[in-house]
């Protein structure tokens, strides 16, 4: 009897899509056949010794979920987090830039997307098969509209940013406006960050040389706008050229410390540049109306008196702390706060903390006939003494609900007395 042998679907897929990509014609060029997990797996046969690396690269990715990807799209799609769990850093990055694509337009769009983008992301034979018909059919990517826009949008936003963030005034005597020359290096990546989604990629120094000869257009056209927008717009009409093509094999699935890593420099180093633009360009106005650079005032700021108590005032409970323990510095930071109102309370009756129950009565009745609304004639004084015996009551009823508090700190305690207005 004779062994029979069981080959995965998987694989039944992927010898299809390259026994296709091998003999078709379409294209009148040879495309060379994509590489996927599926066809170089674990349990793929090779030769000779295969680094851990290689192992990873080659292993199935995990597969990801239709429902998670929606439910990340639904409560955090603006903030990019289907992206980030499909692996599509570049992608999420650009969507929590523009909080989802320009204040949720794209976010909106992707709504019948997901589905296609899991199948990316689980390298789903069916996806593969289309993919390589694509590859089959086209040399290089078409042209999209879409893609297109998306990179002369995202250019000009990273150029204008850069803009704004470049000081206009001196910065400890220096002259920076010099700087203006990074613009067209942001929005070169900008154009190269959109072109390099997905399945499509190409080089940042096409973007880049094409931005820099496009760039000195600002000192014949004066509006800024114009200018940054004819930058971005040839960017990436070099990149569409030149510089895109396929990518033919899947991304190598990084970790999540290394990814961690990327996507936080990439974030701080865009919030460095709306900091900049906040601290050295920004203005606040003042209590006549006149405006006030951010940073001088975050200057006087410092300078002032309240800051400096405050200072003070957290050096001492730092220095108090070390001595006491952080236990008890907090019981008197939390008493310190009146959360129950009982030192306010002292303040409205006007008795000591450490007076006892009785001297307490007797200045509540005290207060309440001197500060009876009926004895006040004024009808524009009564509204005042109203409030103020609603206060005296409000006191004396903190003050009796935490009588058992008190008992322990004043041994004066003594026995309630009959209230006798």
Not at 364 to 374: A, G, I, W
Request: glycine letters at 8%; a positive charge.
């Amino acid at each position: 009897m004779g062994t029979k042998q069981t080959i995965s679907p998987n694989a039944n897929a992927k010898a299809k899509a390259k026994e296709t990509v091998d003999s078709s014609p379409a294209s009148g060029s040879k495309v060379e056949p994509i590489e996927t997990a599926a066809a170089t797996g674990p349990t793929a046969p090779r030769k000779g010794h295969v680094r851990s690396n290689q192992r990873e690269a080659n292993a199935m990715p995990e597969q990801k979920s239709v429902v998670v990807a929606y439910f990340l799209w639904l409560f955090g799609g603006i903030f990019g987090l289907h992206h980030l769990y499909l692996h599509r850093d570049r992608h999420a990055f650009v969507w929590w830039c523009t909080l989802g694509g320009y204040m949720g337009i794209g976010w909106i769009g992707e709504i019948f997307l997901i589905p296609e983008y899991v199948r990316d992301a689980n390298e789903d034979p069916q996806f593969v098969q289309s993919f390589v018909a694509r590859l089959q059919a086209y040399q290089k990517p078409p042209y999209s509209s879409k893609r297109f826009v998306g990179q002369v949008m995202i250019g000009y936003l990273f150029g204008q940013v850069c803009s704004m963030a470049i000081p206009q005034t001196l910065v400890w005597g220096l002259d920076l406006s010099v700087m203006h020359w990074s613009i067209p290096v942001a929005i070169s990546l900008g154009v190269w960050t959109v072109g390099n989604i997905g399945r499509e990629q190409g080089v940042w120094w096409h973007c880049l040389l094409a931005g820099l000869l496009a760039y000195p257009s600002r000192y014949f056209i004066y509006d800024e706008t114009y200018s940054l927008l004819l930058t971005a717009l040839v960017s990436a009409l070099v990149f569409d050229a030149l510089s895109k093509q396929w990518r033919r094999t899947p991304p190598r699935r990084r970790g999540v410390g290394e990814r961690s890593v990327k996507l936080t420099a990439a974030i701080l180093v865009y919030c460095s540049l709306w900091g900049s633009f906040i601290y050295f360009n920004g203005t606040i106005s003042d209590e006549d109306g006149g405006e006030v650079p951010i940073h001088e005032a975050i200057h006087n700021f410092l300078a002032s008196a309240w800051w400096t108590d405050l200072k003070q005032a957290l050096h001492d409970t730092y220095n108090y702390a070390q001595h006491h323990g952080w236990y008890e510095t907090w019981k008197e930071v939390f008493e310190s706060m009146d959360v129950d109102g009982e030192r306010n309370s002292y303040k409205v009756l006007g008795v000591s903390a450490t007076a006892s129950q009785a001297e307490i009565t007797a200045a509540y009745r005290r207060l309440s006939k001197e500060n009876h609304p009926d004895k006040v004639k004024d009808e524009a004084l009564r509204a005042q003494a109203h409030q103020r015996f609603i206060e005296i009551q409000q006191a004396y009823s903190v003050l009796s609900k935490i009588k058992s508090n008190r008992r322990r700190k004043n041994k004066q305690y003594q026995q309630d007395d009959a209230i006798v207005l």
